[in-house]
């Protein structure tokens, strides 16, 4: 940091310079409600009026900037420069004031046409609306109406000269780094925010032209030259810093899409996924913290020319964000990338997950998908399908049949049970073309086709024998009525085999209980009711409930056809 100094709100105006919102800075928020009664318009208002009534001096927090001759970039108090703006333009303020967001059109055009209106038109501009499209807008316009009602009869000039602030400047290539220092707390500010403000730092980086040995003849000519080709360059420069601006704010937007951040696991991280992957094919390595923007900077944005490293990064960028799109878009072609790599997103644990993608995405090697789909449904590792370990391959196999085999497969362990189903479904989906829908991972049950109270066994015992239901329940023998005898299945099944067995949202999944086949079918297919089945979109499970009937036949003709599918998809002998 080069300098510190405490000065006045009219010093800081004074400076005559545009106040610049960098492209990093998140939007405006103040006058956003809060848990304490006062938001920080009505706080500060009020620490005004205070000031104001017993003329002393307000503090306010510290600014951080960095200047150069025309611009004050606002790297920390942007929230409280934006708000002294519509208070002055409130005010009527005369001097100039120029606040300016480069990358926010829309706020940048808004805040302009506020000067020099009265507060009747500033009221009639700035009135509620509740389905405003632009965050800063509603806020600015909140403030506005905030400090028209608060803010009668105010002392321009006491403000001015009451109201200061530490003021703090440091150079422009530590912009970014300070801020995400200051702000790695606020969970507004994102690493590859930082990535990208600095990447567009550099792309637009300052150049410099030497008039060393040219003789004096020649110098106001070369000077014109070099003049116009500066501006030329500067030109080209911020046409390329806006061309990268637009283009990752584009890719933002598409990381921000609900079903995008589901699909790729990244609700938490957004774009996350993008920078990450690519800084980890390059070799960079990410804290245990999960902090980045360093290893990032240092390893691919510093060098002989960084100008030419920032654009490399944003052309390698370009094509794996289109990587990632592609395989989120490709459902209607031969390939059907989106269910095969969402199911495999979707069973992989977050280690595994990360693995996988960097392997798939960030490089160009040939890969088998559809070898990799088929193995992942076994509970498998990342690492041991790339390295395809056969044991452990024809182990996981073995496993999976002997489990899908068992009579009692719904109270053992049942997990592939649910990867096979889940496959089933995902399949039915591709053949149709359709994307499917992964959120049933996350709220998966398995539901019983016949009740399982709707079966019974016995069981010999000293006094006698004993019934007892599927479900558990002992019974008396003239209780077994209308039952069916899990004798006979004749060993080939019951009602808790793969057989039987179905996958169903579990808030469903309790709305079927003990109902028979026929009443099950009924609500399954039921359009008219008012919540919709959100069941109804498995197609595997939808081919069961179109049956005409359920009984002992049907279970073991499905439990057989189960198994003979699995046999030959996964060549078990």
Known sequence: MSKNATITLRQFLDKQKVFVIPN???????????????????????????????????????????????????????????????????????????????????????????RGK????????CA??????????YYFKKSVRLIIDKAKDWDINKILDNVKFLYITIPEDKATLVFSMMNGSKADMKTEEIIKAEMLRLVSAENTF??????????????????????????????????????WDKWLYWWNQPEVATFYHTEKSVMGLLVKTYLKSKGGKIDKGGKYFEVFRDKLLRGDNNEKLAKNVFYDLRHLQKKFEDVFNSISDSNKLHNKIGAILTLHGKEDRERFVEWYFATNEEKDIEEYF????????????????????????GEMYKSLCSNNLYNEDNSYAFMQLLRRNIEEDSKLGRKFDFSIWKERSLEHIYPKSKFYKIETIDEGNRY?????VEIEE????????????????NEHCIGNLVLLYKNENSGFGAKSFDDKKSIYFNVDAEKPFRSRHLLHTISVFAKKEWSINEIIENKNKFINEIKEYYGIQ
Not at 118 to 123: A, D, P
């Open 128 to 137: 509620d609306n509740q389905q405003e499209e632009f965050q800063d807008i």
């Open 24 to 114: 990093y800075q998140r939007g405006y928020i103040w006058g956003k409600s809060r848990d304490s009664e006062k938001n920080s318009v009505e706080y500060v208002l009020e620490s005004i009026q205070n000031s104001l009534d017993n003329d002393t001096e307000l503090f306010m927090q510290g600014i951080t900037v960095t200047e150069n001759e025309k611009e004050i970039i606002l790297i920390d108090g942007q929230q409280r420069t934006t708000f002294f703006y519509l208070l002055l333009t409130c005010l009527g303020y005369q001097g100039d004031i120029n606040l300016n967001y480069p990358v926010r059109t829309k706020s940048d055009e808004f805040l302009k046409s506020l």
């Open 478 to 493: 003239l209780d077994t009525e209308g039952l069916i005898d899990e004798a006979n299945f004749e060993g080939n099944g």
């Open 468 to 472: 007892i239901r599927g479900d558990g």
């Open 374 to 397: 088929k193995l992942v449904f076994l509970g498998l590792s990342h690492t041991i399908i790339v390295e395809n370990n056969s044991e452990a391959i024809e182990n996981a196999k």
């Open 118 to 125: 009265t507060n009747e038109e500033l009221k009639d501009l």
């Open 210 to 247: 030497s008039f060393n040995n040219i003789s004096s003849n020649e110098l106001l000519e070369s000077i014109f030259h070099k003049v116009k080709e500066v501006e030329s360059v500067h030109w080209e420069q911020n046409l390329l810093r806006s061309k990268y601006a637009r283009e």
